[in-house]
């Protein structure tokens, strides 16, 4: 499932527009399942100083059918709350952030996850910390470690992350939604009036998310507790 800005209405609310979902066999634990939701599409790295964030006002949840009645029997819920430690400034930081509870980092991010199934609520995490935006290298100097260190245990073999990630879906935007005029084939179109030669020579494909970010919820819980049979 892929939009990337593709639905009209929901992306006048890019803090609620999934743009990717994957589901996959965890490879460091077999008897897992990792789960990836992205959204705010297209986010540009330099997008200061107002980076981007997931939404306070959004409830997201990861919905699991595992009956085929097109209903979720398990859901995992995330609501995100945003924090200013310093209402003096509009920016992001002042200073580097080394850690995740860094002085300098003034507007971050918390959330609490909620399992749903049979009727019952568990949470499943409170307070959670996501990572800073990757801003630079001198407001976030070690940002491979500050993701690592947003990437929660749970209890019950399950851990999660939630925040900003490279987008590693390959899509060409531009030709795409240029009525379909995919680059590899430009040269063959003859729709509109249009010659070959009018469109110009074939071309290799654009990956239009190379380069931009989206927010990732990412959670990995055992297959036993997805499943219609506990197995």
């Not at 979902?21 to 789960?35: G, H, N, Q, R, W």
């Not at 959670?128 to 940002?143: D, E, F, I």
């Not at 729709?191 to 654009?206: K, Q, R």
Request: hydrophobic share 35%; with cysteine.
């Amino acid at each position: 499932m892929s939009s990337h800005r593709e639905a009209p209405e929901i992306s006048k609310d890019p803090v609620a527009d999934s743009t990717d979902l994957y589901a996959f066999v965890s490879p460091d634990k077999p008897e897992t399942v990792t789960i990836i939701a992205n959204y705010v599409p297209l986010e540009s790295p330099d997008g200061g100083p107002n980076f981007y964030e997931f939404g306070d006002d959004v409830l997201y949840a990861i919905n699991i059918d595992n009956d085929g009645d097109g209903k979720a029997e398990v859901s995992y819920e995330f609501r995100f709350s945003t924090s200013i430690t310093n209402p003096a400034t509009f920016l992001y930081n002042t200073g580097p952030i080394t850690s995740l509870t860094s002085s300098s980092w003034n507007r971050r991010q918390h959330y609490n996850v909620v399992r749903v199934a049979g009727g019952n609520r568990e949470r499943l995490g409170s307070g959670l910390a996501c990572p800073p935006c990757n801003v630079g290298p001198l407001s976030t100097p070690n940002y491979a470690s500050l993701a690592a260190s947003a990437t929660h245990a749970l209890a019950g073999n399950r851990q999660v992350f939630a925040g900003q990630r490279a987008d590693g879906f390959y899509v060409d935007l531009g030709s795409i939604f240029d009525l379909g005029n995919l680059r590899p084939f430009e040269a063959d179109h003859a729709t509109f009036g249009l010659s070959g030669t009018d469109l110009g020579a074939m071309a290799a494909g654009v990956n239009s998310t190379a380069g931009v970010n989206v927010h990732s919820i990412a959670i990995q819980v055992p297959t036993a507790e997805l499943t219609k049979n506990g197995v």
